[in-house]
């Protein structure tokens, strides 16, 4: 009998175990990644991305900070860029000068453009251990020359895209292309409010698509242009939860194309 009850329990168990090995296992699709944003921040507010990332961790966010002006950084400052590249965060460049790309090339060159505005900047933040990898314009100025001389020397450059337009003729989508165009977060921007932003989410958690962002400032109080409301960086990583979404960094995108 107990013979019989050890066979039958074997038996069980051979089966249970059969069956969890046929249990499907999700692949990644890169043809359809998971649908997410890209969340970029320019200029130079280290200790504001700082303090907004002790909030923001709470939710695993992962955000890409497109620095100017290295140079002018303070020593904590420096400590607290890599601290967020420890922690994840992609640290990106943004001019050694701020330069207007557009105009300093037609009246200088592309080739003082590299050597005044880019190439300072990555020795310096190569010299700091920042490992960058893409490239935000200021103001987005940019044309496809400066574009390809870019491409040279950054796996992803992002520009600016405009206008609270219908998402399906926006242009703030990764379509596998190496240069993205992001739109602005900042509360003083005219295309921005937050029903918009719920249409650009919604558009691009139905479509499977990647939506790039970019913002200066963090604050808790809008006192001037250039600022992020806290509150809306909040409710973006609470939409990302609440639908399944990924946080993506710019470099990212390049193991996506
Ligand atoms: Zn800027």
Not at 35 to 58: A, M, P, Q, R
Not at 139 to 153: E, T, V
Not at 160 to 169: N, S
């Amino acid at each position: 009998m107990n013979e019989k009850l050890l066979s039958f329990i074997l038996l069980c168990t051979f089966f249970l175990f059969s069956c969890e090995d046929k249990k499907p296992i999700p692949k990644p699709n890169p043809k359809h990644p998971t649908s997410g944003v890209v969340i970029t921040f320019d200029d130079k507010s280290v200790d504001e991305w700082y303090d907004v990332d002790i909030i923001l961790k709470h939710y695993s966010w992962k955000a890409t900070f497109c620095v100017s002006k290295i140079n002018t950084l303070t020593h904590s400052e420096i400590i607290q860029l890599q601290k967020l590249q420890k922690e994840g965060h992609e640290i990106a460049g943004h001019g050694y000068h701020h330069f207007k790309a557009t105009e300093y090339v037609a009246e200088n060159g592309i080739d003082n453009y590299i050597n005044k505005e880019i190439n300072p900047m990555l020795d310096l933040m190569n010299f700091y251990s920042l490992k960058v990898i893409s490239f935000a314009y200021p103001y987005g100025f940019r044309n496809p020359k400066i574009d390809s001389a870019l491409l040279k020397k950054f796996k992803i450059i992002r520009g600016t895209t405009y206008a609270a337009l219908d998402p399906a003729f926006q242009y703030c989508y990764f379509e596998k292309n190496r240069l993205v165009l992001g739109i602005g977060i900042d509360t003083d921007y005219p295309n921005f409010s937050i029903p918009y932003l719920i249409k650009l989410l919604e558009f691009a958690k139905r479509k499977h698509k990647i939506l790039i962002l970019y913002g200066h400032k963090p604050v808790e109080k809008i006192t001037a242009k250039y600022q992020t409301d806290i509150a809306t960086l909040i409710f973006i990583c609470n939409y990302v939860h609440q639908h399944k979404m990924a946080f993506y960094r710019l470099s990212d995108l390049d193991k996506l194309n």
